[in-house]
């Protein structure tokens, strides 16, 4: 039986080698995935991967500024947002961008404030362009997105691979902010009540490739044919039928997405 459709709503196809994102396209049709959220690094990586959109119109692209990394000079800010102006009807979104949560763990040194009003430019682009915004936010920097979010009323926001308090999570269902969920749904708790507690509605499933992941997954390239799996995890968390879920979880990507 053919499995029914799928989108990855996060992978960064311009960080696979090669030959890795080749298989992965060729295989596309095979795993039955529609279409894919390729985000982006940097100026450079938004160029990348709206070069891949262009070329295969089952790519989506978004630019953004990953806030994992150095901050960029005001020049690289100042043309990456010129970029995604002048591309905007190209681009499905404005991302990946946020806060470098990880980063200043290795680093308690790091001062956030400049990260901060980085990612206000973006969305404050978000707004203008009426763009989604893909956000990586987790634990304590998500309240300080969601703030930034409400200051300019808006609502188009998708947090990848999202972890954060009870509080956070009401919040963020209260503003109609979509979730998404990488195939760790499979084995990390955190994960699985996550699923449990935000509407059906709201979430999508995603891969963050080329990241890798443990335990089933071990050893394994990441590929979007492992939403498969987490699929099958969704549906028997949320007590649903899988062709149920692989229909909400479309519809959510597509209609977010606009694709
Ligand atoms: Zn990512």
């Known amino acids: 039986m053919c499995k029914p459709f799928l989108i990855d709503a996060h992978i960064h196809l311009d960080l696979y080698e090669m030959e890795e994102r080749e298989k992965i396209l060729q295989e596309l049709d095979l795993y039955s995935v529609e279409a894919l959220i390729s985000v982006s690094f940097h100026l450079q990586s938004s160029k990348q991967n709206l070069a891949f959109a262009n070329r295969d119109r089952r790519i989506k692209a978004a630019a953004g500024f990953h806030p994992e990394q150095e901050l960029p000079s005001v020049r690289e800010v100042d043309e990456l947002l010129a970029y995604i102006q002048r591309n905007h009807e190209d681009l499905a979104a404005i991302g990946e961008v946020g806060l470098p949560y990880y980063k200043m763990k290795s680093d308690p040194s790091m001062v956030l404030t400049p990260y901060i009003e980085l990612l206000e430019r973006f969305i404050i682009e978000s707004k203008l362009l009426d763009k989604p915004i893909i956000l990586h936010g987790v634990y304590e920097h998500a309240p300080i997105i969601c703030d930034l ?5 808006v609502s188009k926001a998708h947090f990848h691979w999202f972890k954060g308090d009870k509080e956070t999570i009401e919040r963020m269902i209260r503003n109609g902010y979509y979730v998404s969920v990488t195939p760790d749904v499979l084995y990390e708790e955190e994960i699985q009540q996550l699923v449990r507690n935000y509407p059906i509605e709201r979430l999508m499933v995603e891969t963050d ?21 987490s699929i099958e995890k969704i549906a028997e968390i949320k007590g649903m039928s899988e062709a149920a879920v692989y229909k909400q979880m479309f519809w959510n990507t597509s209609e977010f997405y606009g694709i």
Do not use: C, I, N, Y
């Open 209 to 229: 490739g080329p990241w890798r992941f443990g335990d089933v997954f071990q050893e394994r390239m990441t590929h979007p044919g492992m939403m498969h799996r």
């Open 149 to 153: 979010l409400e200051k300019h009323s």
